[in-house]
């Protein structure tokens, strides 16, 4: 069957890696974000690895005039209706302290926008009776801490929304896939001291689509974050609260 | 863009930099950086992707493909775009890069700024021969130059170890091909001699000769010589990677092991020769299968030497062969060629003649020996190759470029201030013109 995704935040280097995969399946890809530029070049790109079809197509979370003609462009494709999420910004978090009107921001980009983007996206998913929703949230969002809180909390309100869409989709035969990075390379994270053992984005990309064709509901990747992230959970919170990790 | 502290190398790992690198993802990213030295894969042996103090631009997030043609057979795409990347996904289309060097890690740019050459020299000239067009960030400017628009820009770019602009994108044009194998044939060659002259009287598209550089006496320079066609049939399953997880302890290539090894490896040829079929990456990249073969030479890593001796110069060639193997040193990465004539390319290395690949592990003595392997080239009339060079003098190797005067003022008109500068150019002088 034809299936098409809509990529949010197209520009990032792990939508890059799982683009140029999908791309190698012959699937109908849409790269939405705000460069339009380097969207056009991403999918040029795409066409000439693959067999699908590519598009740039142009996706602000701050600007609620480019959802709907996207969910119209989306409606009007055959086939399965398929989307992965990688919009977020991070904000050092000194930068919020320093000017705290950043939360808005940062939460509408890594939380709110994306999440009324996929609601307004799911009647038609219903419609169309499947497709899989791939939400890329973060490790930062299982525990807040100092370093990251803000964006630790967009992040874990987006895991939560996750977890209930995808408790909707399932009704009408989709799927929801919470993908949870630890430290990816990225330009995110390129030149941040305190990295350690960071995975490359066609790693990410590749257990993404595992995730995505054996239907996982949550997944850390790499794998051990899982791991990492259980005993910083566990952390009681009054030692937790005295830690700068 | 965040700037990275690091500590870094070439692929010989025997000289390090430290500095600030950035790794932009998009082209305005990179537009909007301070001008630095631009580096790929950093698969140069000694210091020409190193910028000790400074700031470097990692291209290698750069590597979308901007257009291909299959009627022409043109691929334009970024600068930090690998060839292996392109043999993956253009081999299946009946296409692949005329001029291939001897990794697939190697990005479009690195291959520019060095213009490397492959298997095929004799027939196809250096990689700087398929490229149509390059994209420059040069003097604060987005400009395309060709062999058309700025000529001399274009001809000090190839080859031009970067100094010339940051090369953003290129278009090549890609060779088509019968099919996804190679046809191998392999023969002994029992002398230099004869080795030399197997490689002369070769007809085939791709030849190489491996050479045993701790051969003496009447076996010195024995080695065998591959020859090879495209064929039509599918190739046989590439063989799988592996990896060397630690640095390698100093007997590993000691002088008894390698001896040991190099005899084996000749004899592994039987007599009358032998023909197989190989996939095109298990021929053309034979060492990228093992990732990190650099660690094979410890912690203190390599230096190669490589240089190229006019065809008359056989018996400077002997005497450099011969210095080899008497120091003991030489390791089993010996590689000996026949290069075509001489490209475009003001600061290219190829030039007719043939050419010497010998990685040596870095040891005491070896600076000695490569030194006065230099000597050797220099009085032949030959030359060394700046991407695996890390000892030599700046006067020597700017007398054996005769185009170099005339590419530094290109370099210097398009980066007045140096900003484009790196350890190695540093380190020969050759951005001054005398």
Redesign the interface.
């Known amino acids: 069957m034809n299936k098409n995704w809509i990529i949010l935040g197209a520009?990032s280097?792990m939508a890059?890696a799982l683009a140029r995969e999908l791309a190698g399946r012959g699937d109908n890809i849409f790269l939405a974000g705000r460069?339009m530029?380097?969207l056009e070049?991403?999918a040029?790109?795409c066409r000439?690895?693959g067999t699908g079809e590519a598009r740039a197509v142009k996706f602000d979370a701050r600007k609620l005039e480019t959802f709907t003609p996207l969910i119209e462009m989306l409606s009007d494709q055959e086939g399965e209706i398929n989307a992965a999420v990688f919009v977020g910004s991070m904000p050092e978090q000194e930068e919020i302290d320093a000017d705290p009107a950043l939360v808005d921001g940062t939460i509408i980009d890594s939380f709110t926008g994306p999440a009324r983007f996929l609601t307004m996206l799911a009647p038609l998913m219903e419609a169309r009776g499947g497709g899989t929703v791939v939400g890329v949230g973060s490790v930062a969002g299982d525990r807040g801490r100092v370093g990251n809180y803000v964006y630790g909390a967009a992040k874990a309100g987006f895991h939560t929304y996750l977890s209930g869409l995808r408790n909707r989709l399932t009704r009408a035969g989709g799927h929801v896939v919470t993908v949870k990075p630890g430290f990816v390379d990225?330009?995110m994270t390129?030149?941040?001291e305190g990295m350690f053992l960071v995975a490359p984005p066609e790693k990410v990309a590749g257990d993404i689509l595992r995730a995505v064709e054996k239907r996982k509901n949550v997944i850390y990747t790499p794998f051990f974050w899982r791991y990492i992230m259980l005993i910083i959970r566990s952390i009681p919170e009054p030692i937790f609260k005295k830690l700068s990790i | 863009m965040r700037w990275k502290t690091d500590t870094y190398s070439g692929w010989g790992r025997a000289l390090k930099a430290e500095g600030e690198l950035a790794r932009p993802e998009r082209i305005s990213a990179l537009k909007a950086l301070p001008l630095a030295p631009a580096m790929g894969a950093r698969r140069s042996y000694g210091d020409a992707a190193l910028n000790d103090s400074g700031r470097a631009v990692d291209m290698t997030r750069l590597d979308r493909i901007i257009g291909f043609d299959p009627e022409t057979g043109l691929l334009e795409a970024e600068a930090g775009l690998s060839i292996a990347e392109m043999v993956r996904i253009f081999v299946p289309r009946g296409f692949l890069p005329a001029v291939m060097p001897g990794t697939g890690f190697a990005t479009l740019g690195g291959c520019i700024a060095m213009d490397v050459h492959g298997k095929n020299h004799h027939h196809d000239g250096s990689f700087g021969a398929h490229v149509e067009e390059i994209r420059l960030l040069r003097g604060g400017k987005d400009v395309v130059i060709s062999r058309e628009k700025q000529k001399e820009v274009f001809r000090a770019t190839l080859g031009g170890l970067g100094q010339t602009g940051v090369i953003m994108s290129a278009k090549i044009r890609l060779r088509e091909i019968p099919g996804p194998s190679m046809q191998v044939q392999e023969r002994r060659a029992e002398s230099l001699e004869e080795h030399l002259n197997m490689l002369d009287a070769s007809q085939a598209r791709y030849t190489v000769g491996w050479l045993d550089a701790t051969a003496k006496g009447a076996a010195m320079g024995r080695g065998i010589v591959e020859e090879a066609e495209h064929g039509h049939a599918d190739a046989p399953a590439e063989e799988k990677a592996k990896s060397v997880p630690v640095d390698a302890p100093r007997f590993a290539l000691s002088k008894p092991v390698v001896k040991a090894f190099n005899a084996q490896y000749y004899r592994r040829i039987p007599e009358g020769g032998q023909r197989r079929m190989r996939s095109i990456p298990d021929f053309f990249f034979p060492l990228d299968r093992i990732h990190d073969w650099n660690k094979l030479y410890g912690k203190r890593g390599f230096h190669q030497f490589q240089c190229v001796i006019p065809l008359s110069g056989r018996d400077a060639l002997r005497g450099i062969v011969e210095a080899i193997a008497s120091s003991g040193l030489a390791s089993p990465l010996a590689v000996l060629k026949r290069l075509g004539p001489e490209g475009e390319g003001m600061l290219s290395f190829p030039m007719e003649g043939y050419t010497l690949a010998v990685d040596f592990p870095a040891r005491a003595k070896t600076p000695a020996l490569i030194e006065k392997l230099i000597a050797l080239t220099a009085e032949a009339g030959g030359r060394i190759y700046l991407a695996k060079d890390s000892l030599a003098d700046g006067a020597s190797v700017r007398a054996m470029y005769p185009g170099h005067a005339k590419w530094a003022a290109i370099a210097a008109k398009g980066d007045p201030a140096g900003a484009l500068q790196t350890d190695l150019t540093r380190r020969l002088g050759l951005r001054s013109a005398t």
Request: hydrophobic share 30%; proline share 0%; no cysteine.
């Open positions: 520009t280097s890059r460069d530029d380097d070049r991403i040029t790109d000439m690895r990225t330009a390129w030149g941040i």
